[in-house]
């Protein structure tokens, strides 16, 4: 019988207190100086850039507004000015990247060059030595093939 007391104590206890539970999620002291300083700076301050972006948005969409005719009776002049500027700027900026990949493909050249100069380059020098001797040994049998060709006819 008494833990049937208790049981209705604490029933009525969660059921006929419903702010507990509220106020145990808030904190148990209120705001500090500094918090309290920050949002009363910090209030009029995020009013102000409110009101500004407003009028900024009021003073964009009424220039769209006045706007809108001109670009109209004028869209014939401005579409192809605008692409021209457009195909211009897509030229320059073409051409710089052309120019830079040629130069930074040239100084790579270089510095393959220099580094070929070592013990590489004797190995190129004997390279180009095989090539002319080969290009000569072919000559010879191109040579031989055509005396041969005439020597028959």
Same mark, same amino acid.
């Given at each position: 019988m008494a833990e049937q007391h208790t049981r209705s104590q604490q029933q009525q206890m969660q059921v006929g207190h419903p702010t507990e539970a509220i106020k145990s999620l808030l904190p148990q002291s209120g705001p500090s100086?500094?918090? @309290?300083? %920050?949002?009363? !700076?910090?209030? $009029? @301050?995020?009013?102000?850039l409110l009101c500004l972006?407003?009028?900024?948005?009021? *003073?964009t969409?009424?220039?769209?507004?006045?706007?809108? $005719? @001109?670009?109209?009776?004028?869209s014939p002049v401005l579409v192809p000015a605008s692409l021209m500027i457009a195909l211009a @700027?897509?030229?320059?900026? !073409?051409?710089?990247a052309f120019g830079i990949t040629a130069l930074s493909s040239l100084s790579w050249m /270089?510095?393959?060059? +220099?580094?070929? +100069? *070592? $013990?590489? *380059?004797?190995?190129?020098?004997? %390279?180009? +030595?095989?090539v002319q001797? !080969?290009?000569?040994?072919?000559?010879? +049998?191109?040579?031989?093939? /055509?005396?041969?060709?005439?020597?028959t006819t």
């Open positions: 100086k500094s918090q @309290v300083l %920050a949002v009363v !700076t910090l209030f $009029p @301050v995020g009013g102000a972006a407003g009028l900024t948005l009021a *003073g969409l009424i220039g769209l507004a006045l706007a809108t $005719p @001109v670009f109209l009776l004028f @700027v897509t030229g320059f900026l !073409t051409s710089g /270089i510095n393959y060059m +220099r580094r070929m +100069r *070592g $013990p590489a *380059g004797e190995q190129m020098e004997h %390279a180009k +030595r095989r001797d !080969t290009a000569g040994h072919m000559g010879q +049998r191109v040579g031989q093939k /055509i005396q041969e060709t005439t020597a």
